[in-house]
């Protein structure tokens, strides 16, 4: 059981807006510490899609946005493409364990 | 920037193993390594970190005792080892790059593949 918990799936169909969620406690998001999310295409390893909440690495389309709340944190994928589907994982830092945790991770599939 | 894995791997239960990370393109003693565990078809798991400037470790609660993390900077590489394998620990290994202990990881290895059967 991951520390940080995101819906298994998502589904959207091409163009259409999803968002993914990332739920955590007062020891990691809720701490301060800022949330960062990874995409993981089939057979391949994580990149980094967003980090510090909201900001884009070099690279990565606009579509994709993240925000934070509270002990809660969002992945925005806004005009969905088939290069979308993959698995999405946030991450943040916690108190309790001293290092990093991370959400179940979520696939997205484009209908 | 790069770090580049050591192959797949093939081992008995009981046999001992050490997987290899090799970082360049940057100064390899100012950013933190980590690694993570993600076993077949689920999410990814924080192990420990290693930061080679000065070596300071530290392990999840989870992988403490199960596994030894060690760092040689002159070779600019990082390690995952294990004293004796269990059918458990078959999973791809990643390492990444961080240069905090709070920040993301922004340079992956392209992961390690253990398989662990008798």
């Known amino acids: 059981q991951s520390v940080l918990t995101q819906p298994p799936s998502v589904s959207g169909a091409p163009g259409q807006r999803v968002t993914i969620s990332c739920t955590g406690s007062?020891?990691?998001?809720?701490?301060?510490?800022?949330v960062h999310w990874y995409q993981q295409l089939p057979e391949t390893a994580p990149k980094l899609l967003i980090f510090g909440n909201s900001n884009r690495p070099s690279g990565v389309p606009d579509r994709f946005s993240g925000s934070k709340s509270g002990t809660s944190a969002s992945l925005a994928i806004t005009g969905l493409q088939a290069e979308d589907e993959a698995d999405y994982f946030c991450q943040s830092y916690d108190d309790s364990l001293s290092g990093w945790v991370f959400g179940g991770g979520t696939k997205l599939t484009v209908l | 920037v790069q770090l580049v894995q050591s192959g797949a791997e093939v081992k008995k239960p009981g046999e001992s193993l050490r997987i290899s990370c090799e970082g360049s393109?940057?100064?390899?003693?100012?950013?933190?390594i980590g690694w993570v565990r993600q076993m077949p078809g689920k999410g990814l798991e924080w192990m420990g970190i290693i930061y080679p400037g000065d070596s300071d470790t530290r392990y999840s609660p989870s992988f403490q005792g199960q596994v030894t993390i060690s760092a040689d900077e002159s070779l600019s590489t990082a390690y995952l080892q294990w004293s004796s394998l269990k059918a458990s620990d078959s999973a791809m290994y990643y390492c990444a790059r961080h240069a905090k202990t709070t920040d993301p990881a922004d340079y992956w290895g392209q992961g390690n593949l253990v398989t662990v059967s008798s």
């Open positions: 393109g940057y100064i390899f003693t100012n950013y933190w």
């Open positions: 007062s020891s990691n998001i809720g701490a301060e510490y800022d």
